[in-house]
């Protein structure tokens, strides 16, 4: 599939996004490490960037050593700097982690005018090397998100089925509209990704409800179930699609869905004109 849209489009990666939200254990990093099992899983060149100081993807994804990390590639910010930072995970080949660390913390600040494109930069010509890239987000919409999303082409907001699940996805579709008029025309949102859902409960049957009836199609129709397994798969460092258990096969099933709306978005992006009218 990769090679296909390569050569429709000539472009390299197929698809990068950022998975962001306002607010810290929604699922961003689970909903990043799901992805990206999946996309490797289909033979997909995948690179993870890690942007959240708590570094919990990089822990899940096992690298092993590194030397630098996305703090020391914010700090140094030159054309391709990345390549340097940028190791195999522990998942296996095709699957590559810019790791993060604590530190990254002091890079949420803005340095000048081009700061919010510092992530971009670096990884000039990285990127090309890979099908798939996706970026973690920290759980703020500070410098550090903005840095991901004037690097990537879609973000996908997450949120659980919950109280603030209506205005967390407002304050994150706001923000991205906002780094897509100042620093990167053609973000385009993914979607919201609904997760740790428990449809058959009348709460969670509420506020998936009530985020359709706001945001419509918006809303991607696959939610993630929450499943012990997730947590499971997570600890031992595996991706959830080679956790054998039922629980993990639903949620795998889900981010193969997921994988799949978002490929076809990105693909969609690269022919269809904006129209300055529809929903960023
Ligand atoms: N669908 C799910 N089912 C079960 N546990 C989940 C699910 N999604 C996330 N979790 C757990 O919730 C916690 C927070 O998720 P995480 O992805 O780290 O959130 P964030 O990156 O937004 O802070 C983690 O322990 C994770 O394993
Ligand atoms: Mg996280």
Known sequence: MATKDRSQHGQRPVLSCAVMALKGGVGKSTTTLGLAGAAWERGLRTLVVDLDPQANTTAALDPGSFRYTSSDVLADARPGVAADAVVQSGWGVGLDVLPSERALEHRAVSVGQDSAQ????????????????????PPSLGELTRNALAAVQLALVVT????????????????????????????????????????????????LAELRAAYGDLVLATVVPER??????????????????????????????????????????LTAPLTGTEHP
């Open 160 to 207: 659980e089925p919950s109280f603030f699940a209506l205005p967390g996805a407002e304050q994150a579709l706001g923000a991205l509209s906002i780094v897509r008029a100042e620093a990167n025309l053609a973000l385009r949102a993914a979607g919201i990704l609904v997760n740790r859902a428990r449809p058959q409960t009348s709460e969670h049957a509420f506020r």
């Open 228 to 269: 012990t397994s997730v947590q499971q798969a997570q600890g031992a460092c595996v991706p959830i699609q080679t956790w054998r258990s039922p629980g993990a096969r639903e949620v795998a099933d889900a981010y193969e869905d997921v994988l799949d709306s978002l490929l076809l978005r990105a693909t969609t992006n």
């Open 118 to 137: 510092r992530l971009r930069v670096s990884l000039t010509g990285v990127v090309d090397t890979y099908d798939v890239v996706l970026v973690d987000c």
